[in-house]
T-cell receptor, first 116, second 117 residues
Framework: DAGVIQSPRHEVTEMGQEVTLRCKPI?????LFWYRQTMMRGLELLIY????????DSGMPEDRFSAKMPNASFSTLKIQPSEPRDSAVYFC??????????????FGSGTRLTVV | DQQVKQNSPSLSVQEGRISILNCDYT??????FLWYKKYPAEGPTFLIS?????DKNEDGRFTVFLNKSAKHLSLHIVPSQPGDSAVYFC????????????????FGQGTILTVHP
């Protein structure tokens, strides 16, 4: 398996523009997570899905953020409108059975978002 | 509210010596703890985990210790190698809670480990 695939790897956009981040989880994994990494807060959970259904979106910062998982092999995280404080690295991760009792998640390589 | 804290932003160690990375947590309901390693421009990768029913778990050069009464865990790397230089994240979960807590990992801020040759 190619692992968790995220696109794009880098995104530079102007404030106010819509940004869409994409993720393809590992085939067969039933959980998908979106995390954001910043220096101040480390890795923050934004939202996660189980069998394509959103389970917990309490980490989504504002209504400007939305996430979807239309099928088991694809998820998007959208920011509209984007702001400079959204600049961060966004990670997607997938797993089997939650964190599998210690097996952990498999993370993608991340999307580095810069909003100018 | 930061439920998992790594108070040392960085650690520098000589090759061959022991590296000790520390992590504290506040949520007494956490029952599973994991360590991840992250290289630049890559996603974090799972390293080692421990259940709250244990106080130690070992995997090669890596050992994780859990002190539940102190709500503290540590990762020991012996001997340290230059290839261990990376950011290390501590994570915790309430694995047995069910509901929206199941499967959800809470991460610390990370510690940058540098191992000098």
């Amino acid at each position: 398996d190619a692992g968790v695939i995220q696109s794009p790897r880098h995104e530079v956009t102007e404030m106010g523009q819509e940004v869409t981040l994409r993720c393809k989880p590992i085939s067969g994994h039933d959980y998908l997570f979106w995390y954001r990494q910043t220096m101040m807060r480390g890795l923050e959970l934004l939202i996660y899905f189980n069998n394509n259904v959103p389970i917990d979106d309490s980490g989504m910062p504002e209504d400007r953020f939305s996430a979807k998982m239309p099928n088991a092999s694809f998820s998007t995280l959208k920011i509209q409108p984007s702001e400079p404080r959204d600049s961060a690295v966004y990670f997607c991760a997938s797993s089997l059975r939650g964190h599998g009792g210690g097996e952990g998640y498999t993370f993608g390589s991340g999307t580095r978002l810069t909003v100018v | 509210d930061q439920q998992v804290k790594q108070n040392s932003p960085s650690l520098s160690v000589q090759e061959g010596r022991i590296s000790i990375l520390n992590c504290d947590y506040t949520n007494s309901m956490f029952d599973y703890f994991l360590w991840y390693k992250k290289y630049p421009a890559e996603g974090p990768t799972f390293l080692i985990s421990i259940s709250s029913i244990k106080d130690k778990n070992e995997d090669g050069r890596f050992t994780v210790f859990l002190n539940k009464s102190a709500k503290h865990l540590s990762l020991h790397i012996v001997p340290s190698q230059p290839g261990d230089s990376a950011v290390y994240f501590c994570a915790a979960s309430n694995f047995n809670a069910g509901g929206t807590s199941y499967g959800k990992l809470t991460f610390g801020q990370g510690t940058i480990l540098t191992v000098h040759p």
